[in-house]
């Protein structure tokens, strides 16, 4: 299953940007961001925004590279099955 194949990259690489999430699923980012909400509700993930912008000269003022998502750990191996 898809979610929690999301959940194990995070997981194992405990910060991760939406960008790199999609990229590496080939799924389109914003697929990727309602997935990952679901892992955010549940309290697994944590998403956090990027504050630096450099002015949109590149590809980090892309929304989608500014959402950076980070594992858990403080519930992260609890289960909460509902």
């Known amino acids: 299953m898809i979610l929690q ?3 194990s ?3 194992k690489r405990e ?3 939406l960008n790199d999430i999609a990229l590496h699923f080939d799924l ?3 697929t ?3 997935m990952l909400d679901f892992w ?3 309290g697994r993930i944590k998403r956090l925004k990027q504050t630096s ?3 949109g000269a590149c590809s980090c003022s892309a929304k989608e590279a500014r959402d950076i998502y980070r594992w858990n750990p403080q519930i ?4 909460i099955e509902s």
Do not use: F, L, W
């Not at 992260?76 to 289960?79: E, K, P, T, V």
């Open 5 to 7: 194949e999301i959940k």
């Open 9 to 11: 990259y995070v997981r």
């Open 15 to 17: 910060q991760v940007s």
């Open 28 to 30: 389109d980012a914003d």
């Open 32 to 34: 990727v961001r309602g």
């Open 40 to 42: 955010v509700r549940k």
């Open 53 to 55: 912008d450099c002015g």
């Open 76 to 79: 992260g191996n609890i289960s």
